[in-house]
C-alpha cells in the first residue's frame, strides 16, 4: 500500500514539473517582452504624444491626433497589457533569455549578487525575479492597468488620459527595472568623492 502510496505520490510531482516546463517553453522570454512589445509599443506612444504638445508643453492638443494616431494607441495599450497580464501569471516559472537572445547590458555584468547600479545578466534577472515574484506581479499589473487606461483613452479620444499614460510610462517602466533589471540612472556620489572635488574660483 506505502508503495503504491508512494508511486503515486511521485507520478503526481512528476507530471507536475512537466506541466511546468511545458508551459515555461510556451512562454516568451522577458526579454523577448521588454525589447519586442514594450519598448516598441512605448515608443509609439511617446512618439504620438510628443508631437502632440501644445506650445506650453503642459498638455495635448487634440487637433494633433489623428484617427489613425488613436488606433495604433489603443492597439498599443492592447499589446502592452497582453504582455504584462501573461508575465504577471507565474513569475517563477519565466524565462528571462530565449536562445540568441541578447539581454541588454549583459556584457557589462559581473557574477555573483548584483548591485543597484551594476549591469545585469539572465541568470542575476532570474533571481532577482524569483526572490520577489509578488512584487514582479504588482509592477506588471501596474503597467498592465495603466494600458487599461490608455486603451479606455483612445476610445474617447480622450487626449487628458493619453497625456496622463504617456507622461507617466517611463516611471512605471522604471518602477519595473530598477528592482530586477538595473537602473539608466548614475550612482549618487558619494561623500568622500564630493569632497575630492577642486572648489571654484
Known amino acids: 500500500m ?3 502510496v508512494g508511486a503515486l505520490i511521485t507520478a503526481s510531482v512528476m507530471a507536475g514539473a512537466f506541466v511546468l516546463a511545458a508551459q515555461s517553453a510556451s512562454l516568451p522570454s522577458v526579454n523577448d ?6 519598448s516598441v509599443n512605448a515608443q509609439t506612444i ?3 504624444s510628443s508631437k502632440a504638445f501644445n506650445k506650453r508643453g503642459d498638455g495635448l492638443l487634440a487637433s494633433k491626433v489623428t484617427a489613425k494616431d488613436w488606433a495604433q494607441l489603443e492597439q498599443a495599450g492592447r499589446a502592452i497589457k497582453a504582455r504584462a497580464l501573461l508575465l504577471a501569471q507565474s513569475p517563477r516559472s519565466l524565462v528571462v533569455q530565449g536562445r540568441d537572445e541578447h539581454v541588454l547590458g549583459s556584457e557589462f555584468s559581473h557574477g555573483g549578487v548584483k548591485h543597484t547600479y551594476d549591469a545585469a545578466n539572465a541568470q542575476q534577472i532570474k533571481a532577482l525575479i524569483d526572490g520577489n515574484p509578488k512584487l514582479f506581479t504588482k509592477k506588471a499589473m501596474i503597467l498592465a492597468n495603466a494600458s487599461d487606461d ?5 476610445k474617447r479620444r480622450d487626449v487628458k488620459g493619453l497625456y496622463k499614460v504617456s507622461s507617466n510610462l517611463d516611471e512605471l517602466c522604471d518602477g519595473c527595472h530598477e528592482p530586477f ?6 550612482p549618487p556620489v558619494s561623500a568622500s568623492v564630493e569632497r575630492m572635488k577642486p572648489l571654484k574660483r
Not at 517582452?33 to 514594450?38: D, E, L
Not at 533589471?181 to 548614475?186: I, L, S
Open 2 to 4: 506505502r508503495k503504491a
Open 46 to 48: 511617446w512618439d504620438i
Open 181 to 186: 533589471w538595473g537602473t539608466d540612472e548614475p
Open 150 to 154: 490608455l486603451i479606455k483613452a483612445s
Open 33 to 38: 517582452s521588454m525589447t519586442k512589445v514594450m
